[in-house]
């Protein structure tokens, strides 16, 4: 089984409407990322969260808000989706300070319409 | 500012030829890491390296090389005798260590594709 999973893996949707992008790890890591990725412009940062009581912004968290349910889960939400946050949305999660490798969800495809 | 360039947005070539995929980065940080990440066409992210800024040895995997010079601030990627399977976008990314987040900085990916 995958240790960084993202439901839907797939998601149209219509302008105006709320969207939940959900992400679960097995890792027992503490912290956890959402990015999008743009054609063209790689992956940037939407929020992280280094445990469940903290939450921060990342470089384009308008549009959007999270909830760390638990230390393994991790849930981005469009309050109302609008046609260029069409893009691919990726989980990540990482359990140290130094060497931070991030392990990364399979991804997570909206087309908001 | 923390910056992460990669000049090459798009590298055709022909199987068994080799490649290279450049990495330019920026950072005021002493202590920062570097990585490596491939996305096939089905888009999952795979990982496929870290290097620390003390550490300046070259590393090879395989087919898989990544030569680091701090003096040029690149952490350039080669593949040596390039399969059809290496089609992939590959992204380069800095995390600076002493950032309040581990978020990583990533260059925009240069694509790949390996033709038969």
């Known amino acids: 089984d995958a240790d960084v999973t993202q439901t839907p893996r797939n998601r149209i949707t219509k302008t105006g409407k709320r969207i939940m992008l959900e992400c679960s790890q097995t890792?027992?890591?503490?912290?956890m990322y959402w990015y999008r990725q743009d054609p063209g412009l790689g992956l940037r940062l939407i929020y992280y969260s280094f445990d469940v009581k903290d939450i921060n912004k990342g470089e384009i968290s308008d549009g959007y808000s999270v909830s760390r349910q638990a230390q393994a889960k991790f849930s981005l939400s469009l309050e109302s989706a609008i046609p260029n946050q069409t893009a691919l949305y990726f989980c990540?999660?990482?359990?140290?300070?130094?060497?931070?490798?991030?392990?990364f969800g399979p991804g997570t495809r909206l087309t908001v319409l | 500012a923390q910056k992460v360039t990669q000049a090459q947005t798009e590298i055709s070539v022909v199987e068994k030829e080799d490649v290279t995929l450049d990495c330019v980065y920026e950072?005021?940080?002493?202590?920062?890491?570097l990585f490596w990440y491939k996305q096939p066409p089905s888009g999952e992210l795979v990982f496929l390296i870290r290097?620390?800024?003390?550490?300046?040895q070259n590393e090879i995997s395989g087919r898989y090389s990544w030569n680091f010079q701090k003096s040029t601030s690149s952490f350039n990627f080669t593949i040596t005798a390039s399969q059809v399977v290496d089609s992939a976008v590959y992204f380069c990314a800095l995390s600076e260590a002493l950032s309040n987040t581990d978020k990583l900085i990533f260059g925009t990916g240069t694509r790949l594709q390996v033709f038969p």
């Open positions: 890792k027992g890591h503490d912290r």
């Open positions: 950072t005021r940080d002493t202590t920062y890491y």
């Open positions: 990540a999660t990482s359990g140290a300070r130094i060497l931070n490798e991030q392990f």
């Open positions: 290097r620390n800024s003390f550490d300046e």
